[in-house]
């Protein structure tokens, strides 16, 4: 292709490539110095006119970054997030984990700058002022530490602040590890739902609201619009979100700002929310019910079939179940589709399926898809494969 100056056309920013831009300055020098002039791989004067092309590609580039770097699709790094502000936005720095715990005490006892601890010495802080007003009272916590620290079902067990009335603390839930620094890809996703955010609908706006907030990892929201109450257990004209991750009052401001007047709020979890007027609403939401998922695959090696084949089965059905958004059920043809991406050549497969199990923690396993409310998620718990 020949040498064309930079333009901007239809399909946006059109640039000649290193070639075009080489063989156009080789042709310069000819006619500038006679056809004759040597000029092949090995010459000194190809050498400078190839130095000089890649300057030149390296400044069209350049020009080309700064034409993406107009909209959110192609932008990067700190362009990105300049863009991302026209839509109220801006990127998720690194995130402290959560975890839902029980309070245990006297009813009426006041906490100040509560802190727990896990069996493992991360110190875990309360909100800044917590009263137990049930027991077990429940409540969301935040890492000291940044980043993603884990914490299984009944290891936040110590209490580090004392306090009298104050009996006991645990976690029968697992932490949400904090989330790294979001990267562009992910940063771009949730640009595209935060158009939501002043509302295609006042439901959208919700879910946009929280997802928006910094230790959010999965929500979702469900509207009952009738006059009746839903399968779900969700009263007439209200909402219920369910949601992973963040802390209990700033989700509960984001539904007071963005529900509609009147539309009442469902859920296991209960906070007041004081407006600029010192008006107290009760703002109502869940936390997701965990279900450990259980599975086991019998496969039949084939030739190819190597030892590391089990580990990766295992693997790709773990990042599926972690993938599975709230109250999405676990399907056998997920399943099955999961594992035979790892088959690279179907026509020759390393192994086949044969059998293929699922169930619920304590209970049986069958081979039928795994139903799950609209509250709950999945957990992976024991992966097993079995090799035939």
């Known amino acids: 292709m ?41 010459s000194q004067d190809y050498q400078m006119i190839a130095a000089f092309a890649l300057k030149q590609f390296d400044t069209m580039q350049l020009l080309q970054i700064i034409y993406n770097n107009r909209g959110p699709k192609t932008a990067v790094g700190s362009a990105l997030d ?104 992910e940063l771009r996703m949730r640009q595209s739902g935060s158009v939501a955010l002043p509302s295609q609908t006042l439901l959208n706006g919700i879910a946009g609201g929280i997802g928006s907030l ?70 109502h939401f869940f936390r997701p019910e965990y279900v450990t998922v259980n599975i086991s695959i019998t496969v039949k090696r084939r030739p190819g079939y190597t030892a590391d084949v089990k580990p990766k089965i295992q693997e790709l059905i773990k990042t599926y179940l972690l993938g599975l958004d709230i109250g999405t059920g676990v399907t056998l043809t997920a399943l099955y589709t999961t594992v035979l991406s790892l088959i690279t050549n179907l026509s020759v497969p390393i192994f086949s399926p044969i059998e293929l199990l699922v169930g619920r923690e304590g209970e049986s396993m069958g081979t039928t898809d795994m139903i799950l409310a609209f509250n709950q998620l999945a957990l992976a718990g024991t992966i097993t494969v079995v090799e035939v």
């Open 214 to 283: 910094q230790e959010v990892s999965r929500c979702k929201v469900y509207e009952n619009d009738t006059d009746a109450t839903d399968e779900n257990g969700i009263p007439s004209h209200s909402i219920a979100a369910v949601v992973e991750g963040g802390l209990e009052a700033d989700i509960a401001e984001q539904i007071y700002l963005r529900k509609g007047p009147g539309c009442g709020t469902y859920g296991d979890v209960a906070v007041q929310y004081v407006n600029v007027d010192g008006l107290i609403t009760n703002i």
């Open 82 to 185: 300049g863009i991302v502000k026209l839509n109220g936005i801006r990127r998720k720095s690194a995130g402290y984990s959560t975890c839902v715990v029980l309070l245990s005490g006297e009813v009426g006892t006041a906490i100040t700058n509560g802190v727990v601890e896990d069996l493992s010495g991360n110190k875990w802080h309360l909100p800044d002022a917590v009263t137990i007003t049930e027991s077990p009272y429940q409540i969301t916590v935040q890492c000291a530490d940044l980043g993603a620290i884990e914490a299984q079902p009944n290891t936040i067990t110590n209490i580090v602040t004392p306090t009298k009335g104050w009996l006991s603390v645990t976690n029968e839930v697992p932490a949400v590890p904090g989330a790294p620094i979001e990267i562009d890809a």
């Open 2 to 42: 020949a040498y064309f100056a930079p333009y901007i056309g239809q399909e946006g920013l059109k640039i000649p490539t290193y070639a075009d831009i080489r063989d156009d300055l080789i042709a310069q020098f000819k006619q500038i110095y006679g056809q004759d002039i040597y000029l092949d791989n090995d």
